[in-house]
């Protein structure tokens, strides 16, 4: 979802809807493979000890891979409930944390290693999130800009659910080609700043088994399933968990995770 395909969200709006389920997204939303902490390391050139800003760092999914790689992070996030349960993540490690917007946030740190944001920076306008990325960085540092995404095409039990969807939800039923398009797009708008270079698009493949309650949680953390009118919402619900139990009580969920990484230009 961007901002240029749905002009009238209220995007502050969205953020508190997230900070209003911060429990939920802690317990439900997935982490990232450490294959792609690996590669962001390779690829950036890190090493223990080098500095990290973190955009966004929700309950703190990313932060705990790179932190206990050896990184110190400062982390930027606007809501006060998600930044609560990081803090309590992270008390006894080299982070440090602003409850901010990353595009009102005050420049008073500079000269980072790498500039992180793990499933957040779509969240943050285009024309001040590169430029105030390349602001942050030291000469030769980089962006890693992470998503965890949804790749087809889809088996038996997402078939059926889709099913579900068309009937309760027919608006958030994404294209078949939805996640190509989705990295061309995101690639695109990094070179499009021209602030970076070098740019390099890792994936990493993994899956994850999910029972009913944890994949409903799941549906309830994205922002898309909030919006939607609570008895619909609850249908749509009451559907997929219905196709999950007809298909033996569990569901594995695919995700390709994407590592964007480029290097800034000084």
């Given at each position: 979802m961007s901002k240029e395909e749905t002009p009238n969200i209220d995007w502050k709006a969205e953020s508190d809807r997230f900070d209003g389920v911060a429990e939920r997204y802690d317990q439900h939303r997935p982490s990232y493979p450490a294959a792609l902490v690996e590669?962001?390391?390779?690829?950036?050139?890190?090493?223990?000890?080098?500095?990290?800003?973190?955009?966004?760092?929700?309950?703190?999914?990313?932060?705990?891979?790179?932190?206990?790689?050896?990184?110190?992070?400062?982390?930027i996030e606007p809501g006060a409930n998600l930044l609560a349960i990081a803090k309590q993540h992270f008390s006894s490690y080299?982070?440090?944390?602003?409850?901010?917007?990353?595009?009102?946030?005050?420049e008073t740190q500079t000269d980072f290693d790498l500039v992180m944001s793990a499933q957040a920076f779509h969240w943050v306008p285009e024309e001040i999130g590169y430029a105030k990325t390349a602001r942050a960085l030291r000469p030769g540092g980089h962006i890693a800009l992470i998503w965890n995404m949804y790749p087809g095409p889809k088996n038996h039990i997402f078939q059926d659910i889709d099913v579900v969807y068309r009937e309760y939800a027919p608006e958030i039923v994404r294209p078949d080609d939805d996640f190509e398009r989705g990295i061309v797009k995101?690639?695109?708008?990094?070179?499009?700043s021209k602030l970076f270079e070098g740019l390099q698009v890792l994936r990493y493949p993994w899956s994850e088994i999910c029972d009913v309650d944890h994949y409903l949680g799941l549906l309830d953390t994205y922002s898309d399933h909030l919006r939607l009118p609570?008895?619909?919402?609850?249908?749509?619900?009451?559907?997929?968990?219905?196709?999950?139990?007809?298909?033996?009580?569990?569901?594995?969920?695919?995700?390709?995770?994407?590592?964007?990484?480029?290097k800034v230009k000084k």
């Open positions: 590669g962001a390391i390779e690829v950036a050139g890190l090493r223990p000890g080098d500095r990290i800003l973190e955009i966004g760092c929700g309950p703190g999914k990313a932060t705990r891979l790179f932190v206990e790689a050896g990184f110190q992070l400062h982390c080299p982070v440090t944390f602003e409850c901010a917007r990353f595009e009102e946030w005050e995101r690639k695109q708008s990094i070179l499009d609570e008895d619909r919402r609850q249908r749509l619900y009451d559907g997929v968990a219905e196709v999950i139990e007809s298909h033996g009580g569990t569901i594995e969920k695919p995700y390709v995770a994407v590592l964007f990484i480029a």
